[in-house]
């Protein structure tokens, strides 16, 4: 990946950072951010030389419940090694390469906005590790979602050449790979050590991965819906866009108008297909299901671009008033409770699928052979699958339980508030991946549906989703092992090609 990212502070956008964390995009810093962040931290260190300056946080003090310790000039370099060394108190499993990626990405845009005070050399350092793939080793829980405290630090002992790191594909010390690399460990100054690890780049960089997947599955999920309702032989009257008009939610509109240019050309628009007046309420009821998880992520869209082109550093350095000021700009409630509905959203459309696959299994109201077996006598077919996709829905149900207001209050009960923001974005990241299984089940049904249908044409999108259905998994007309099935479906959704094909960007 040749391309190159330009920093700036400010407009960073989720494409990007999914760019530079998965496709391994390098990064360069505007030169007007060069400037700022230079000019803030001659400010800072001048500062630092004022005897009079009162007691600021994290600068002249130490942190948390030990903010009554008093720093010296003298004694900077060792308390942000100490508080390095002290905050690195994450547990496992490890982060993956892109999200360690996106959180250094995340940390050196909000570094940007010029609100920390830090030194370029620090600032170059992320960029560094980006460019150079040296990827600092990050347990990846921890923290509350008050600043990840606990699993940045492993990052600010990469760049004192303490920890491990992978570089270049290899696992090795920091120390090794920063000799290897020809970089020095940098010894921090004033405020360097809280700024490394005040910040919510860990719970902002996964929540951008995340959000990225979740829209590239829901562009899969409306053409694979549009496909079974192909297989489904269902009504196309709840798609009139007559009545969207007279209640004009976003979400459920929008979908219904996708839903509708996958089917254009289908048989379903001819008269007499449906074999009832109304269609059970898993199908009627789709595009408002789907839509209610688009409406979910336009609330958090705008919340998540906030949080990565701004600084969220506790003091924060008001540069132009050549003075600190205490706040909560690490409080990220609001985007949180986006991913909480965005999770809750999800599960209604994790049931919706189970009852669409269900009904589509069901020859009362499929009018196909049970379990979609090809003569309904000789072949089980899909006789087991709805235990797993109802096993898989159960856990999604459970992950769709709120979190984020489950805290205690800590550092002697001056730190009463949390918002477990890792939490919830991994939470909100596995059901996606088991939708991501669900989502190739249902595939595999309607399009088996649809070939037992045997009515055509399929609409003029749908055709292509079954098309690339069938080349991962084919007819079904005797009995074989599902798991395979169910696992080429996966991968199927996993590699993005029917969200392509419904984004109209079909791969060669």
């Known amino acids: 990946m040749n391309s190159v990212i330009r920093l700036t502070g400010s407009d960073l956008t989720l494409e990007q950072v999914s760019l530079v964390a998965r496709q391994g995009a390098s990064v360069e810093i505007a030169p007007e951010a060069e400037e700022r962040i230079r000019r803030t931290r001659n400010m800072v260190l001048a500062m630092a030389e ?9 600068f002249n003090t130490g942190v948390g419940m030990n903010k009554d310790w008093d720093i010296s000039r003298e004694g900077l370099a060792a308390f942000n090694t100490m508080l390095i060394r002290s905050h690195s108190a994450a547990v496992g499993p490890e982060m993956d390469e892109a999200e360690v990626r996106a959180t250094l990405l995340v940390r050196l845009n909000c570094l940007l906005a010029d609100g920390t005070g830090v030194s370029w050399e620090l600032v170059e350092r992320y960029r560094d590790f980006l460019n150079l793939r040296l990827h600092p080793v990050m347990p990846g829980r921890g923290s509350i979602g008050e600043a990840d405290l606990v699993t940045l630090a492993h990052m600010g002992l990469a760049v004192m050449g303490e920890g491990e790191v992978v570089f270049r594909g290899e696992r090795m010390s920091a120390e090794r790979a920063l000799a290897e690399a020809g970089l020095e460990p940098l010894v921090l100054g004033c405020k360097e050590g809280l700024a490394i690890v005040s910040s919510n780049a860990v719970s902002a960089g996964m929540a951008a991965l995340v959000l990225q997947d979740c829209e590239s599955l829901m562009d899969a999920a409306d053409l694979i819906y549009a496909l079974a309702l192909e297989g489904y032989g269902g009504n196309v009257s709840p798609l009139d866009a ?11 509109t929008q979908t219904a108008a996708r839903v509708r240019r996958y ?4 048989f379903l628009w001819k008269g007499g297909v449906a074999a009832t007046m109304q269609d059970p309420l898993c199908f009627r009821s789709a595009c408002h299901v789907h839509g209610a998880v688009r409406d979910a992520m336009d609330y958090l869209k705008p919340h998540l671009l906030l949080q990565i082109n701004s600084t969220d550093d506790n003091p924060c350095v008001l540069a132009e008033e050549r003075r600190f000021a205490h706040n909560s700009n690490f409080e990220v409630t609001s985007w949180v409770l986006g991913f909480e509905m965005l999770g809750q959203a999800l599960s209604h459309l994790a049931r919706n699928i189970c009852y669409q696959v269900i009904k589509l299994d069901s020859p009362a109201f499929s009018r196909l052979p049970r379990f ?8 089980m ?12 829905e159960a856990e999604i149900r459970h992950l769709s339980n709120p979190v984020s207001a489950d805290y205690m209050a800590l550092s002697g009960d001056v730190e009463d508030h949390a918002s477990n923001a890792p939490l919830v974005v991994r939470k909100t990241a596995k059901i996606i991946d088991n939708l991501r299984y669900m ?3 249902e595939a595999y049904h309607a399009a088996q549906a649809a070939d037992l249908r045997g009515m055509a044409p399929l609409g003029a999108v749908t055709a292509q989703a079954c098309a690339a259905v069938r080349s991962v998994i084919p007819f079904l007309d005797h009995d074989r092992v599902i798991s395979a099935d169910i696992k080429s479906g ?11 094909i419904a984004r109209g960007t079909p791969r060669v």
Not at 263 to 266: T, Y
């Open 50 to 58: 004022d005897r009079s300056l009162p007691r600021i946080y994290g």
């Open 242 to 252: 007559a009545c969207y008009a007279r209640r004009p939610v976003p979400g459920p």
């Open 263 to 266: 089917l254009e050309g289908s």
């Open 372 to 379: 979609l077996s090809p003569d309904g006598t000789s072949v």
């Open 381 to 392: 077919a899909y006789t087991t699958n709805q235990k797993t996709f109802s096993a898989l």
């Open 439 to 441: 989502l190739g089940m």
């Open 490 to 500: 996966y991968d199927l959704m996993a590699s993005g090609r029917l969200a392509d």
